[in-house]
């Protein structure tokens, strides 16, 4: 079974323009997150989506974050126009919903954002 | 301060060595995550805890919910143990099915 994959793995994009991170998690489970760590700071919570809809986007930093996750499958999470603070790594995670889990979460590898 | 805090910070260790990487929260929590990064890679889940004590390998997670606290050994240390390891937790309250709160991570390196 494929695990959670992400894409790009690295960008590097200037100030003002525009990113699209991809987040393609395990078939089937319908929890989807998105979690951030900007350099020196401990990972944080973006947002949560079940199946299509957003559970919990109380992590998002301001309006120029936009995710999605049209028909429940893949996700992707946007920054426009991008800003020097916004550069760091976002992991993508997925769980399934109980009975058939305890909301363990399975990170993808990540991508390393880089704004100059 | 935050939620979730790890100790130490860094360690270094001798290869064969027995590790112990501490984790205090300060929320209400259902469930407790260790999370292992290598350089340059992803996260890999290692244990989730809600009680009690875990092992895998020479891996052994334990969780005391009275006192906040959950510790992450390993026996036998080898230089491929060498990674950021982190603690998150999972809130029980807020209705949000869960998203984590992070440590700041332990970084350790294991030299032969």
């Known amino acids: 079974e494929a695990g959670v994959t992400q894409f790009p793995s690295h960008s590097v994009i200037e100030k003002g323009q525009t990113v699209t991170l991809r987040c393609d998690p395990i078939?089937?489970?319908?929890?989807l997150y998105w979690y951030r760590r900007v350099m020196g700071k401990e990972i944080k919570f973006l947002l949560h989506?079940?199946?299509?809809?957003?559970?919990?986007e109380s992590g998002m930093p301001n309006n120029r974050f936009l995710a999605e996750r049209t028909g429940g499958t893949y996700s992707t999470l946007k920054v426009q126009p991008a800003e020097l603070e916004d550069s760091g790594v976002y992991f993508c995670?997925?769980?399934?919903?109980?009975?058939?889990?305890?909301?363990?979460?399975?990170f993808g590898p990540g991508t390393r954002l880089t704004v100059t | 301060k935050n939620e979730v805090e790890q100790s130490p910070q860094n360690l270094t260790a001798q290869e064969g060595e027995f590790i112990t990487i501490n984790c205090s929260y300060s929320v209400g929590i259902s469930a407790l995550h260790w999370l292992q990064q290598h350089p340059g890679g992803g996260i890999v889940s290692l244990f989730m805890?809600?009680?009690g004590k875990k092992k895998h390998g020479r891996l052994i997670a334990t969780i005391n919910i009275q006192e906040k606290h959950s510790s992450l050994h390993i026996t036998a240390s080898h230089p491929r143990d060498s990674a950021v390891y982190i603690c998150a937790v999972r809130l029980n309250y807020g209705g949000s099915q869960g998203n984590l709160i992070f440590g700041k991570g332990t970084k350790l390196s294991v030299k032969p």
């Open positions: 078939s089937g489970h319908d929890n």
């Open positions: 995670a997925s769980s399934q919903v109980p009975p058939l889990s305890s909301y363990e979460q399975y």
């Open positions: 989506f079940v199946k299509e809809s957003k559970q919990d």
């Open positions: 805890l809600s009680s």
